[in-house]
């Protein structure tokens, strides 16, 4: 009896595992396929970046060009100041990263680990924020870095990230909250102060959500087009994305230039998140574990 009872318990187990390994191999199929649509692109891209003006329009697509003309890239770079446009750019996200992870970190430790009256609704108000369209405050904030005499450089880039990012902000204190209190409790007890909590206690536990707010803020202020374009009126200053934006103007027409610098401009992107994703997912999959 035992016999017949331990045999249909054995089948059920074994079909039980054989489900499983095909709902994983669905997930990773779907994965691979959704991986494959998003990298298609980009791989066309740096193709048509090395081929010749007559194999860019060809009736079917050609994935890996014959020649491979490497100096594409070499016209592309020369064909716009490029070292410039990369030095203003690192500029302007090195102060985004800084103004946004100093000014988030901050606002974000006192509502998750401060109490005072009116800290719930205050932190409402902040969420509420992030609905707002920013083409909403855009004229509004150009009639002011216009009256305080900003445009044309790059203060109207730089200075508003060190006054807070309500994302950055509601991020780091989902963080924040995941830390027992007890910790602070116990500094608090030696005798810490509340900033000295912060910064020898709160922060370091923090490197994984603070290095997700840095590589947000760096590649929104990387990829950010449309504040250089509207501020920055001197081409000594523009940044990559306005400076690329020069150069389709200039060589519509040569399309493998045109994909060798956006090649170009895109490369960085890919390296950063590159060494940085395993912190980068660990920050995304630990924040907001705790309300």
């Given at each position: 009896?035992r016999?017949?009872?331990?045999?249909?318990?054995?089948?059920?187990?074994?079909s039980?595992?054989w489900?499983r390994?095909?709902a994983?191999?669905?997930?990773?199929?779907?994965?691979?396929?959704?991986?494959?649509?998003?990298?298609?692109?980009?791989?066309l891209?740096?193709?048509t970046?090395?081929?010749?003006?007559d194999?860019?329009?060809?009736?079917s697509?050609?994935?890996?060009?014959?020649p491979?003309r490497?100096?594409?890239y070499?016209?592309?770079?020369?064909?716009?100041?490029?070292?410039?446009?990369?030095?203003?750019?690192?500029?302007?996200c090195?102060?985004?990263v800084?103004?946004?992870?100093?000014?988030s970190?901050l606002p974000?430790?006192a509502?998750?680990?401060?109490?005072?009256r009116?800290r719930?609704?205050?932190?409402?108000?902040?969420?509420?924020?992030?609905?707002?369209?920013?083409?909403?405050?855009?004229?509004p904030l150009?009639?002011l870095?216009?009256?305080l005499?900003?445009t044309?450089?790059?203060?109207?880039?730089?200075?508003?990230?060190?006054?807070?990012?309500?994302f950055?902000?509601f991020?780091?204190?989902?963080?924040f909250l995941?830390?027992?209190q007890?910790l602070s409790?116990?500094?608090?007890?030696?005798?810490?102060?509340?900033?000295?909590?912060f910064?020898?206690?709160?922060?370091?536990l923090?490197?994984?959500?603070?290095?997700?707010?840095?590589?947000?803020?760096?590649?929104?202020?990387?990829?950010?087009?449309?504040?250089p374009?509207?501020?920055?009126t001197?081409?000594?200053?523009?940044?990559?994305?306005?400076?690329?934006?020069?150069?389709?103007?200039?060589?519509?027409?040569?399309w493998?230039?045109l994909?060798?610098a956006?090649?170009?401009v895109?490369?960085p992107?890919m390296?950063?998140?590159?060494?940085?994703?395993?912190?980068?997912?660990e920050?995304?999959?630990l924040t907001?574990?705790?309300?």
């Open positions: 009896m016999n017949g009872q331990s045999q249909p318990f054995a089948t059920w187990k074994h039980k595992v489900r390994r095909i994983v191999a669905a997930v990773y199929l779907v994965l691979i396929a959704l991986s494959i649509s998003f990298l298609a692109p980009f791989a891209m740096v193709s970046s090395l081929k010749t003006d194999r860019i329009f060809t009736e697509i050609e994935w890996i060009p014959r491979i490497w100096q594409n070499v016209e592309a770079l020369e064909s716009f100041p490029f070292l410039l446009y990369l030095r203003n750019t690192l500029f302007v090195a102060m985004v800084v103004g946004t992870v100093l000014s970190a974000a430790y509502f998750a680990r401060l109490r005072w009116g719930d609704v205050l932190f409402l108000i902040m969420l509420m924020t992030i609905m707002l369209p920013a083409q909403v405050t855009m004229l150009f009639v870095f216009r009256t005499g900003w044309g450089t790059y203060l109207p880039l730089i200075i508003p990230p060190f006054f807070g990012s309500a950055a902000i991020l780091l204190r989902q963080f995941t830390i027992p007890e409790d116990a500094a608090r007890l030696d005798g810490c102060s509340e900033w000295r909590i910064w020898q206690i709160i922060v370091p923090s490197v994984p959500a603070l290095a997700t707010v840095a590589l947000f803020a760096f590649i929104g202020a990387w990829t950010d087009f449309i504040n374009l509207i501020y920055l001197d081409e000594s200053t523009y940044t990559l994305a306005v400076g690329l934006q020069t150069f389709v103007g200039r060589h519509s027409s040569e493998n230039l994909m060798a956006a090649t170009v895109t490369l992107l390296v950063v998140f590159f060494f940085t994703q395993k912190l980068f997912i920050g995304i999959t907001g574990m705790k309300g």
